[in-house]
């Protein structure tokens, strides 16, 4: 199992520019997260679906839409990127039906700088 | 006043010594306590989950204190390897969304 995968590894773009980060995950899990983390301030939550068909905002939406393609893929498109929104960014999945203790299991991450 | 709050560090430790270090949490309705580590530049990865009585896992030990709201992680014998950023998590509603604290660094020097 690959567990899950997320590209690309590295971006940089120029302000204004669009694209599409790319999380998948083999574990068949229902749920999936996508988060940003930048210095001192800890992981915030972007987007999450709770199961394929669904997506809802998290603490840190703006700038930002998602696709869950199906259980198994979650895309995070930037369609005008900002500075502000260089970070490191995360793709999670969780366990299914385990509740309130589903573990939470992370991408490689996806390092973005915008210019 | 942030969701969970932790002490950034660095703890500087000496091979083989303890080091713990404690996160404060706001939400008093959350039930599930997890530490994650992070190592540099990667992504964080789960090392124990927190129970109400207390747990360890090897030479780690997690406690809950829910009157206080904080949980601890003590790490025992410390080794080279145990060098990481240490994340307190904290669960923020049913649904399993998780807040994140901002990470203790923790250095072994040999």
């Known amino acids: 199992n690959a567990g899950v995968t997320q590209t690309p590894k590295f971006q940089v773009l120029k302000t204004g520019q669009s694209m599409t980060l790319q999380c998948a995950q083999d574990?068949?899990?229902?749920?999936m997260y996508w988060y940003r983390q930048d210095p001192g301030m800890g992981l915030r939550l972007i987007y999450y679906?709770?199961?394929?068909?669904?997506?809802d905002k998290g603490e840190v939406p703006n700038g930002y839409n998602v696709s869950r393609l199906n259980k198994r893929e979650f895309s995070l498109r930037l369609e005008s990127a900002a500075p502000s929104q260089t970070s490191v960014y995360f793709c999670?999945?969780?366990?299914?039906?385990?509740?309130?203790?589903?573990?939470?299991?992370f991408g490689p991450g996806t390092r973005l700088t915008v210019l | 006043r942030k969701e969970v709050e932790q002490d950034p560090g660095p703890f500087n430790v000496p091979e083989g010594a303890t080091v713990a270090f404690n996160c404060t949490y706001s939400?008093?309705?959350?039930?599930?306590f997890f530490w994650y580590r992070q190592d540099c530049r990667k992504e964080p990865k789960l090392l124990m989950s927190?129970?109400?009585s207390g747990n360890e896992d090897g030479r780690f030990t997690a406690q809950l204190n829910r009157a206080s709201q904080y949980i601890s992680l003590l790490i025992r014998d410390s080794k080279l390897s145990d060098s990481a950023t240490y994340l307190c998590?904290?669960?923020?509603?049913?649904?399993?969304?998780?807040?994140f604290g901002a990470g203790t660094q923790v250095v072994v020097t040999p």
């Open positions: 999670a999945s969780s366990l299914p039906g385990q509740g309130v203790r589903d573990t939470q299991y």
């Open positions: 574990m068949n899990h229902n749920s």
């Open positions: 679906s709770a199961s394929e068909g669904t997506t």
């Open positions: 939400n008093s309705a959350s039930q599930s």
């Open positions: 927190v129970y109400s």
């Open positions: 998590v904290v669960n923020r509603d049913s649904w399993g969304k998780l807040q």
